[in-house]
């Protein structure tokens, strides 16, 4: 019961169980919300920041695309090539003047053109306007960017070269061999409105690097040691990381956001989530706190006040404290009390008025089944009857009477148990009676557990069923006969008495007649019972009527093989059976 109770969930714990569910979807839906919120945009500005990537990809190829026009029209023009073709010292030195002058001018047409250099096939400088070095030591087999530059005399800017082959043209403009190599010194910041018009957000970096990860333009805060932690940022959940490499220069244009600083209009979602899960969950508390104290402890009120109700006895009631649904409950539940007490009182009013009816009308009935003869009379007429055999030296008919007067004189008892050796002494005398009157066919054979002999049953309940199986079963029967008689202590404790014959028998149809009848002994019966006999329906009457339902009886029955008719009754001391006969004694009192 306890067990049962304990897993048995109570009210409360589920109310519980219920506003905790609603709490934990309510969070996990917030959670869930703010990050698909935040992905979202995660993923709206990388969509963003990639079509800002082609944008700086288109401008870069458009700058490439002028930088290759410029050193056409440059490297290429009459000028350059005249001189890049003399070999005399004395011709250059008359056109260098000429050289330089285009060289400046060209400058003039990018403002981030900090120097223009031309180097001869070996890499030495032929001439140079602005910023550059003496020395050029690479080939490059078309337009080409170098990584950063650092000027001696300029060290705090950021410079880059773009280098160009320079080849000889024949009459027809056709480039023959190759003449040398011009050089571009860029400045960096030409980059930096480009860079600018790619951040997202204010606190974003958009970098520009060389082939070794060196800083060439960048927007935002970054330095040498920021540009080292580029793959670092990248594996940093707190930053959204892209990359793209130009296919000009080879150089990396790299955008770095700070998610927090991306999501920081989340904030006030996040912000105005939590204050409505903590009102939610007020909410939630103030009905946990209300539920309990209007509904659930006026449920475990009434429980108590039912569980208590058998001991504080039919008078108490319940108390009524809330007017609502419980205590309309409540109201209806002292009404039904109520109700139940007048009806109980006039059930049992009617109980003990149909009980004594009973009593009387089964009273009745134990009088008739004594009184269907006058045992007095005819006990009186067979001692008569017995001295005149003895007068007259008739000794059969004198132990035939002596037998008859024994058996009356045990039928005017008063009492209603007796031993059951008296029972089968009684027996005995009515089998003296039948062996002399069958002249020794039947016999009857008794066998008793001697300490049953004490034991208490029902008078008279032995030779009605003996006298039975003689008239219905051996009577009927040509031939010998006998009837078994065994009383013996059932497995359950109970007295077993079984009477067996071996005379005709019973058909099925009779038999199952005669059970039916003793299903339904109680709508047979009869008040009329004298003028029928004492017979099995009548035995199990009497013994139901004084053992009640603890009492059995069951028939078995063969044609031509005899019946076996076994009553069980449960065993009483002699002290119960005296005291039955002093409450029979006082009923005829």
């Excluded at 330089?100 to 070996?122: C, H, P, V, W, Y």
């Excluded at 400088?125 to 300029?154: F, M």
């Excluded at 082939?211 to 990248?234: F, L």
């Excluded at 002399?436 to 557990?449: K, S």
């Amino acid at each position: 019961m306890m067990a049962s109770r304990m897993l048995q969930p109570s009210l409360m714990r589920q109310i519980v169980f219920l506003i905790s569910l609603m709490l934990v979807t309510l969070l996990a839906a917030f959670v869930v919300t703010d990050r698909v919120a935040k992905q979202i945009i995660e993923r709206k500005v990388t969509d963003t920041v990639d079509k800002i990537f082609l944008q700086v990809q288109e401008k870069m190829s458009s700058f490439h695309s002028d930088m290759q026009g410029i050193s056409t029209f440059l490297f290429y023009s009459p000028t350059v090539q005249n001189y890049i073709n003399s070999e005399d010292s004395l011709s250059r030195v008359l056109m260098n003047g000429e050289l330089l002058s285009m060289f400046a001018n060209t400058s003039s047409m990018k403002a981030n053109i900090r120097g223009i250099e031309l180097f001869d096939q070996s890499g030495k400088l032929l001439a140079r306007v602005g910023e550059g070095e003496d020395e050029w030591t690479d080939s490059v087999p078309k337009l080409a960017y170098s990584g950063r530059i650092d000027l001696k005399n300029r060290p705090t800017e950021r410079f880059y070269k773009i280098a160009t082959p320079v080849y000889g043209l024949d009459s027809n403009h056709i480039a023959t061999e190759f003449k040398g190599t011009g050089v571009y010194v860029m400045d960096a910041n030409n980059f930096i409105p480009i860079l600018r018009s790619a951040k997202i957000t204010s606190g974003s970096r958009v970098m520009l690097l060389d082939g070794e990860d060196r800083t060439i333009a960048s927007e935002g805060v970054v330095s040498d040691e920021d540009v080292i932690r580029v793959e670092t940022w990248k594996n940093d959940p707190r930053y959204i990381v892209q990359s793209v490499t130009l296919p000009d220069s080879g150089w990396k244009l790299i955008s770095v956001i700070p998610k927090g600083e991306l999501l920081a209009e989340l904030d006030s979602m996040q912000r105005i989530n939590v204050a409505t899960y903590v009102t939610m969950f007020v909410l939630l508390c103030l009905f946990l706190l209300i539920f309990f104290t209007r509904i659930l402890r006026p449920i475990r009120s009434l429980m108590e006040f039912i569980r208590s109700y058998p001991k504080n006895g039919e008078d108490s009631r319940y108390e009524v404290i809330h007017r609502n649904e419980i205590g309309v409950l409540g109201a209806k539940l002292n009404k039904m009390l109520d109700d139940i007490g007048a009806l109980s009182s006039e059930v049992q009013s009617t109980q003990t008025r149909m009980y004594e009816m009973e009593l009387a009308k089964k009273q009745m009935e134990i009088s008739a089944f004594r009184n269907q003869i006058n045992p007095h009379f005819l006990y009186n007429t067979l001692e008569s009857i017995r001295a005149m055999a003895l007068y007259y030296n008739v000794q059969d008919i004198a132990d035939l009477s002596e037998s008859l007067s024994r058996m009356f004189r045990y039928a005017v008892k008063g009492s209603n148990f007796v031993a059951v050796a008296d029972e089968l002494s009684h027996v005995r005398e009515y089998a003296r009676i039948i062996d002399f009157r069958f002249r020794g066919r039947f016999r009857i054979l008794i066998d008793c557990e001697p300490e049953l002999l004490e034991a208490t049953m029902l008078k008279m309940l032995l030779q009605p069923l003996v006298e039975n199986a003689v008239f219905h079963g051996l009577e009927r029967k040509l031939g010998n006969g006998r009837v078994a008689i065994d009383i013996r202590r059932a497995p359950s404790g109970d007295i077993q008495l079984s009477i067996e014959d071996d005379g005709r028998g019973m058909s099925g149809e009779r038999l199952e007649e005669l059970l039916r009848q003793l299903d339904n002994f109680e709508e047979k019966e009869d008040q009329s019972g004298a003028s029928r006999g004492i017979g099995v329906l009548n035995i199990y009457r009497r013994i139901r009527l004084f053992y009640g339902t603890e009492a059995q009886m069951g028939i078995e029955s063969l044609p031509d093989q005899g019946t076996l008719v076994r009553i069980t009754w449960p065993a009483r001391p002699m002290a119960q059976k005296e005291e039955m006969d002093d409450v029979q004694s006082a009923d005829r009192r």
